[in-house]
């Protein structure tokens, strides 16, 4: 049972490029999320799906894209990087979005640079 | 609107001394309290949670009471170890999403 799993663990960008951050769980969760998290800002949350087929926008979405494969995986879209997305990437899954206290599950994180 | 506020780290303590790290929230209806750890290169953990008001969470030697009448979820620990050093983030739940402090830097000396 690995949880939630992301790929890749380090990346270096260029200005201008893109890229796709793949995120997987085997939880059988409904819902997943993608945040970043920057030095005192704590977690932002870019992007979620509620369920398999609908995605909605965070507090951050500018400059991402998502795509919610299937049940299991949840990817995030840089289209033309940028140095102000230079960031620590969160994938998270969890039960469902409604209040039932069940908590979110973390992967361990894309450790992304823009130059 | 909805947030959550916590103590400023970092927060550097002996081993074996007392933890509190303060923890108050705003919000509508009846969330649900959490508190996450983040170990050295890795992702959040769950620690522990409370879904209603006057429960008590706890984990691995910390607790954390939810207080309904002012708004807090205080993390404690009676004696800390060098083991727990690590990032500690405070979280609430709104009607789809989780809203997270921005987290408290410990730090145990031996």
């Known amino acids: 049972n690995a949880g939630v799993t992301q790929t890749p663990k380090f990346q270096v960008l260029k200005t201008g490029q893109s890229m796709t951050l793949q995120c997987a769980q085997d939880m059988n969760h409904n819902s997943m999320y993608w945040y970043r998290q920057d030095p005192g800002m704590g977690l932002r949350l870019i992007y979620y799906?509620?369920?398999?087929?609908?995605?909605d926008k965070g507090e951050v979405p500018n400059g991402y894209n998502v795509s919610r494969l299937n049940k299991r995986e949840f990817s995030l879209r840089l289209e033309s990087a940028a140095p102000s997305q230079t960031s620590v990437y969160f994938c998270?899954?969890?039960?469902?979005?409604?209040?039932?206290?069940?908590?979110?599950?973390f992967g361990p994180g894309t450790r992304l640079t823009v130059t | 609107g909805n947030s959550v506020t916590q103590m400023e780290g970092p927060v550097t303590l002996s081993e074996e001394a007392f933890l509190t790290i303060n923890c108050t929230y705003t919000?509508?209806?009846?969330?649900?309290l959490f508190w996450y750890v983040q170990y050295p290169g890795e992702g959040l953990q769950l620690l522990l949670k409370?879904?209603?008001?006057?429960d008590k969470g706890s984990n691995k030697g910390f607790e954390a009471t939810y207080r309904k009448e002012t708004t807090s979820f205080h993390l404690e620990k009676g004696s800390v170890q060098v083991s727990d050093s690590a990032v500690y983030f405070c979280?609430?739940?709104?009607?789809?999403?989780?809203?997270f402090g921005s987290g408290t830097r410990l730090s145990i000396r031996p």
């Open positions: 979280a609430h739940s709104s009607a789809s999403k989780i809203i």
């Open positions: 919000a509508t209806g009846y969330p649900s």
């Open positions: 998270a899954s969890s039960e469902t979005v409604a209040d039932r206290g069940y908590g979110q599950y």
């Open positions: 799906s509620a369920s398999e087929g609908t995605t």
């Open positions: 409370a879904t209603k008001a006057d």
